[in-house]
């Protein structure tokens, strides 16, 4: 990940608030799965964007966390700063909205983890029929490509392209959404015509993408708030590898979950203590679900035909 985060003493959020919130043009409260997050910054455009992702909240509640988001040329590009006792977070020259809302989730999941054992995963989320789906991978593992593949049948609902809460909820692992619309690639509409037209060419922003609102292409009835998860697919792309499916056990499963440190680059705290809670959800998670580890080498169509025949969703055109 190109940004480094530093965590900082009360001390030195004072010092960094007190010379950011002079400039603050806009305090906007956003409700990130029953979390109240401040984002403040002096950027219009930054604001429309997140106002156009999250739910609003109201501003008479008082913040779990707070984002001051700014450029300044005293510090070097991709900066982020956190305070992990007042849940306070600097980003500096930070211009990829990508990862201000990465971490606006992860700041949430900050809060979530540590008072209400619900945990975060950074990844796609599907319903099939009352069964939820989950798609994790490395970057350009082609999680998004076959998220949006999956939303072309009518069968499936979404819950999250990107991240979504989950929690231990007895016997099941219940998963929840927590963006009003999505950050999507420009791209998309080239690999699956049905998302053409989406959003206007001239909206996308310097990095080929923009915030939609997809239930005009898949209907207001096929976001979903919640799921209970079922399946667990794992997707890599490695052209040395012969494989282009195969089983996990809990146990492999978990290991290789560890070794890419959750498949989460946005995590703004990692410690023991943080590892060791989320390895025990991992844990439950991974034994309460089916596992697949996917190899995405082939063509988007093969790829997804291949999942689709995995947690029996309807091959196109049957």
């Known amino acids: 990940m190109p940004y480094r985060i530093s965590l900082i003493t009360l001390e030195e959020k004072d010092r960094l608030a007190a010379r950011f919130t002079p400039n603050v043009r806009y305090e906007i409260k956003s409700e990130i799965y029953g979390c109240c997050i401040k984002l403040l910054s002096d950027d219009p455009v930054l604001r429309g964007t997140w106002q156009e992702n999250f739910y609003s909240m109201s501003q008479n509640i008082r913040s779990h966390g707070r984002m001051y988001v700014f450029r300044d040329p005293d510090y070097p590009p991709d900066s982020v700063f956190y305070e992990p006792q007042s849940r306070t977070a600097f980003l500096l020259n930070v211009r990829y909205y990508g990862w201000i809302k990465s971490l606006a989730l992860s700041l949430t999941s900050d809060i979530l983890e540590d008072e209400h054992a619900i945990f975060s995963v950074h990844g796609a989320c599907i319903d099939i029929a009352g069964s939820g789906l989950c798609l994790i991978g490395t970057s350009g593992a082609g999680k998004t490509t076959q998220t949006y593949g999956l939303l072309r049948q009518p069968h499936t609902r979404i819950i999250s392209d990107d991240w979504f809460f989950s929690r231990v909820f007895g016997p099941e692992i219940l998963a929840y959404g927590s963006e009003k619309n999505f950050y999507i690639r420009q791209d998309l509409e080239t690999v699956w015509k049905e998302f053409g037209g989406l959003v206007r060419a001239e909206e996308y922003d310097r990095d080929g993408r923009a915030v939609a609102d997809i239930r005009w292409v898949i209907g207001k009835g096929r976001m979903l708030p919640m799921t209970t998860l079922r399946t667990v697919i794992i997707l ?83």
Request: glycine share 4%.
């Open 236 to 318: 890599k792309r490695d052209p040395a590898d012969r494989n282009t499916v195969q089983s996990l056990n809990p146990d492999a499963a978990l290991a290789l979950f560890e070794r890419n440190n959750f498949f989460n680059p946005h995590f703004l705290v990692s410690n023991p203590y943080k590892t060791a809670i989320r390895m025990k959800y991992m844990k439950d998670l991974l034994d309460r679900t089916v596992i697949y580890e996917v190899n995405t080498t082939g063509t988007p169509e093969g790829t997804q035909k291949m999942i689709r025949s995995l947690v029996a969703v309807p091959q196109a055109g049957s």
